[in-house]
């Protein structure tokens, strides 16, 4: 007797569902771009998106009159305007990797992210384009590449976790990479004529094959590790994957999802300390006080000295929203005391004494902040730095 066991789906089937569930990403960026390009980092395929911008582009082919070439905007997406976009990301909001492990890290994810949006962008261009006139095709043109921005400001925020506005002037800058690639398109085309040599193309993929293999595999990694936080979250029992899970939709800037998942963390272990003092963090941000009160008690009944004592800091902060001065002071004294050399607390005790009208000490504070922000290590310091502008304007 034999006994069969679980029957493995066949690669085609896989490879079926792979490429309806790539689809049905892109079709959600019409109507979801926020939450598309989230599921975008996590389950895209760069094979699909790639393919996808060439076959928008093969489309656009006939109405455009080859005025391009079919590989030509895949080319600009992927030697231009990505890089282009993650150099400007490293400059505006500065993190602590260097320069070639942010590539390394976000390039193809950001490149995925970016040819999804293209593709989106001008699918229903290439749709219509057979059928407008040229006059209007030129304004659906332009509507369709103002549309690509938009869906690069929920690209730029996801890949990157920057805050609204960085990721605006990530966007609006964007096109700075794209105006130094037309002016050297005349050479560039040139080399690429003279580098399409089979020798050339040989030797090319043998020395890159290992960096785009690697590029390739930190992308999977970063999936099979969402993948792996689900199949944790599926347990009732685990708080931590849950919080695990609120930190990635936290850094993603989609707050109501990382608020779900914190509050299923404390539900399952009310310990997870952690998980309080961010549902804290965010709801002091949304000016809910109250919930905001609860969760740092929670916090400070649990470690008062938790993530290096920040949670005096935050509960100060909150005093000072909700016009708590006393409070506030007594708070943040217990901070600087503990961090004397912090100027976000430094900064919020300015303001706390401020609005209790000790204007001498207040700008002691000011200057302890700016003088603190010019100390900061370099990986703090663009950090630091708003906190110095804010204190420079009350000085």
């Not at 607390?345 to 000790?358: D, P, V």
């Amino acid at each position: 007797m034999f006994i069969r066991g679980p029957t493995l789906p066949c690669p085609n089937a896989l490879l079926f569902f792979s490429l309806i569930d790539n689809l049905k990403l892109l079709l959600r960026l019409f109507v979801q771009p926020a939450a598309a390009m989230s599921d975008i980092l996590d389950r895209g395929s760069l094979l699909f998106s790639v393919c996808a911008v060439i076959a928008v582009s093969f489309a656009l082919q006939g109405p455009l009159g080859h005025v391009f070439s079919f590989y030509t905007p895949l080319l600009i997406l992927a030697a231009v305007y990505s890089p282009g976009t993650l150099l400007l990301s490293k400059i505006l909001d500065r993190k602590s990797a260097g320069a070639a492990a942010a590539f390394q890290r976000d390039y193809a994810p950001l490149l995925t992210c970016t040819a999804m949006a293209w593709s989106a962008a001008n699918l229903p261009l290439a749709a219509a384009a057979r059928i407008v006139p040229v006059s209007i095709f030129i304004y659906a043109a332009a509507v369709a590449y103002v549309y690509f921005l938009v869906l690069m400001f929920f690209a730029v925020r996801t890949v990157f976790g920057t805050e609204n506005v960085t990721a605006f002037t990530i966007v609006c800058l964007s096109w700075l990479p794209l105006l130094a690639a037309f002016w050297l398109w005349g050479p560039f085309q040139y080399l690429l004529g003279w580098l399409a040599s089979p020798f050339i193309l040989l030797y090319g993929f043998y020395y890159f094959r290992t960096a785009g293999t690697e590029l390739g595999a930190g992308f999977r990694n970063r999936q099979n590790f969402r993948r792996s936080l689900d199949a944790a979250a599926v347990n009732p029992h685990d708080g931590e994957a849950q919080y695990q899970l609120g930190l990635l939709y936290e850094q993603r800037r989609q707050t109501s999802q990382a608020i779900q998942r914190f509050e299923a963390a404390v539900a399952i272990d009310p310990t997870l300390t952690d998980a309080h003092f961010q549902l804290g963090c965010i709801a002091r941000r949304q000016g809910r006080f109250k919930d905001a009160l609860a969760h740092f008690q929670s916090v400070l009944d649990q470690d008062e000295k938790h993530h290096q004592s920040e949670i005096l800091r935050e509960l100060g902060a909150l005093y000072l929203a909700a016009r708590q001065f006393e409070d506030a002071r007594g708070e943040l004294a217990r901070y600087i005391e503990r961090r004397p050399y912090d100027p976000e607390g430094l900064y919020y005790m300015g303001e706390c004494l401020k609005a209790l009208g000790q204007t001498a000490q207040a700008r002691e504070m000011y200057q302890r902040a700016i003088e603190a922000a010019r100390a900061a290590p370099p990986y703090l310091r663009r950090g630091a730095a708003r906190w110095s502008r804010l204190a420079q304007s009350q000085l």
